[in-house]
């Protein structure tokens, strides 16, 4: 599995690292969204994809 | 037709019935709203998330409850004698602007780690909120002595704001909530509380302190363009404003809903740790009954109905929560159901900058009382409580309760 982001348009909202703590932290400056691993293994794809749903901004793709 | 709004009274709980026949029928329809303007009034969960998640075509700049609160935008006047520049409300911009202004929330009220540092503050406010209420006369009214007693307390802790100016925050939110609230009546609201954000951000500018005020500034300090007073002053004073009344109708009208939903509360006692989904559930089933206003920055369409620049659309956020696209057995409520990607903290740039304090709390708070009064009831028949009409926050006037 491929995960990407648009950093751009994150408001920090922190969804993601509370979904798939694994996969998304949140920089400790502007706690915009990091990527912990863009390949992340099979098991966390339910977890991403929640992620990509409950994240407010869009900033979270699946690509494969 | 006219806006539909909720009627606690009749069916508490509910979203307006006109909704489930708008949901399956147009989808988008033009209705007239309480304020005068005209909108058009999107009631299923895809087009008000495609509305509210897209800032470009869809602008948060007429104020995101004009459609209900006439005195809306009033607000941001210059302070008198403290400042050039008006309050700004972050609230009502869009795009980089608006990000810029979030980025500088997030650290503060939205960092996992942040969180977890606020979660003994909240427990204790709420333990002794408790031992304060087994402690009083009963009966005994729950909403204004206990929830906004709570809510009260973490946000104006967060902030550092002492008990004897809490009136502030207070009489700035009535006024601002209250759909019949003159636009003169709302800036003589409000003003105390601007003046006296001023002064606190003089003095923690001067002895800056760990609160989110202070680490907001020391923040923004290395950054670009550093936050300015009126900046600083908007947005501290939304987060007391918006987060107190909200959550604590929250915990109020969500007990009554626990308690009226049969086996609920008695599965919540049996098992306090679902406090947490029970939370998703309550915002989920309840919040944001009067909708959201958006404006049209170009010509659109929302599933095929041609929007025009300039016209207004009201998102209706509990209708979209309960349509079946989402969960198949939407209208009913469960405690324990797996949580979705609902819409009642909102969803887009300007979703809920507050959602995951909001959640603490309210996770907290019934958690604990499942824990320590289970046996808390209604100490009134159901239908002598009294609602809330000409407010955008729903919920019980207040609420008298009992336990033994
Ligand atoms: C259960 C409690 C709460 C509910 C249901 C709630 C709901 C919402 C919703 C639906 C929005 C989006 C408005 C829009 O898109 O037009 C919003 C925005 C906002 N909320 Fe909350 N809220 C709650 C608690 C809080 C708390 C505790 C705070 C502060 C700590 C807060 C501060 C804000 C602010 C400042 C905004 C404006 C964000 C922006 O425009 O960028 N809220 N809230
Ligand atoms: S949920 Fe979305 S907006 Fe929020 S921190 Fe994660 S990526 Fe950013």
Redo the contacts between chains.
Sequence with gaps: MKVALER??C????NC??TA?AVF??D?????VVLLDDSPPESERTAVE?AI??C???VIRLLS | MLLPIPEEEVRPFEPPPEYAELRAGPRVVRVACPTGIDAWLVSDYEGVREVLGDGRRFSTRPGQAAHVLSAFGAGEKPVEGSAETPVQSFAQTDGPEHIRIRRNFAPQVSHARRLAELRPMIEQITDDAITRMLASPQPYLLHSQFSTAITTAVIAELIGVPGDRHHLLHDAATALFTTSTKPEELRTALEPLWRYLYELIATRRARPGDDVLSRMIEHSADSERPLTDAELTGMNGALLIAGFDTTASMITYGLVCLWQTPGQWERLCADPGLAVTATEELVRYLAAGTGLLRQATEDTRIHGQPIRAGDYVVVAVQSGNRDPDLHADGDTFDLGRKPGAHLGFGHGAHACVGQQIARMELTTVLGALARRVPTLRLAVPFEQIEWKKDSVVRGPVDLPVVWS
């Design positions: 751009d348009w408001i920090g909202a922190g690292a509370l703590p932290d949140q400790p400056d502007d706690a915009v929640e749903a409950r407010p901004s869009a």
